[in-house]
């Protein structure tokens, strides 16, 4: 591996572990201090609402007027600042506005990481998968750091406290400095200011292609389900009895290192369509076990257990996959703007939609009057929920997408 791999890998390595850090044990963390249901999804729905606004308009003006190592680095230590002041709350309504300003800066870099690496290898199906495995190293360390490591330590579970949120902001500060070393990414298109380039219009005209449209739906619909596992699997696993969720939960990242570093030969062997196609299967059987999973006895425990370690499988074979479709399909003069599309329409409007849906659905549809078996919450109805609804986009994606196993970019002047 050359010393640009190097960087690029630690880079992707600094970038999710960031994420996982906080976002992962923050159901505890706000619970303990009294935050409702309703009120956490929100906090969780603040990277979503960030996504719908910051990734376009970031990467549309990166690809004309900035190298995009600068532009993450300047992201990174002004969120650094934002969750260390956001560590100090302990209050919905001081929390939620300054976790939302951070997910304004941070939410961009998801899309730059990927630009940045996309723009400096030689063979992204290839080369990619290496590269951005690290990051799902980087999630799992953020497990162990914020989950096991304490608790062997003798400090105990540090979940319902803000030290997350500290390692986080510390994290962020170490990437931004890291980033003014990362390989120049220069800006590949030309041409004014405009509201047009501000709003990433030049990236939405893709959605003209059938096939660029249909995933990118599919995706958007994906992203709904998806969104219950990030805000309440975390919650729904402590409340059935199982310690330290927090680090069990980095399992799924676990698998994500392997599959990764097989994807190549998926994508190579079977295309992209079928890999993608295998990852909303797998998103479908992971809800299905956590329906029937528990900790009465080995069996039904074990399938936890087999379901976080799907959302490894699940997560790489479409998101990772994902990406690499984007670069191919974009043109070189937008693929940052094309990039931060699809986080718009994932990790912003989907989530979104996904967030507030599911916080609504546990509040007012899964929420038990009076706790039933040690439960404040029916959680086999909402996995079940979740998975018939994953069951639904699997058909629309396997009827609707028909991209040709050989990807080539769309030609943007024909969709005009």
Known sequence: ????????????????????????PLWQFLSYHGFSAAQISLCYATTAMA???????????TDRYFAAQKVLAVLCILGALLMYLAAQQTTFNLF???????????MPTVALTNTIALSNVSDAERYFPRIRVLGTIGWIASGVVCGFLPTLLGFGDISKSNIPLI???ISSVVLGIFAFMLPNTPPKSTGKISLRVILGL?????????EFRTFTLCSFLFCIPLAFYYTFSN??????????????LSLGQVSEILFMLCLPLFIKRYGIKNVLMLGLITAGIRYGLFVYGGVDNLFIYS????GILLHGVSYDFYFVTGYVYVDKKAPAH???????????????????????????????????????NGLTYNWAGMWGFGAVMIVIIAVIFLLFFREKREIEPIKVDQLQ
């Open 1 to 24: 591996m050359n010393m640009n791999n190097i960087k690029l890998s630690s880079m992707m390595f600094l970038e999710w572990f960031i994420w996982g850090a906080w976002f992962v």
């Open 51 to 61: 996504a719908v606004i910051s990734p376009i308009i970031i990467g549309s003006i």
């Open 96 to 106: 939620f506005p300054i976790l939302f300003l951070y997910a304004l800066t941070y």
């Open 167 to 169: 390692i986080t902001a």
């Open 202 to 210: 030049d990236a939405i005209i893709l959605l003209k292609d059938r």
């Open 235 to 248: 919650g729904y696993l402590t409340e059935i009895g199982m310690t330290n969720a927090t680090g069990w």
């Open 303 to 306: 399938l936890l257990f087999i």
């Open 334 to 372: 937008v693929r940052a703007s094309a990039q931060g599309l699809f986080s718009l329409f994932c990790l912003g409007l989907g989530n979104l939609v996904g967030y507030n849906l599911g916080g609504t659905m546990m509040e007012y549809f899964f929420k038990y009057e009076t706790p039933e």
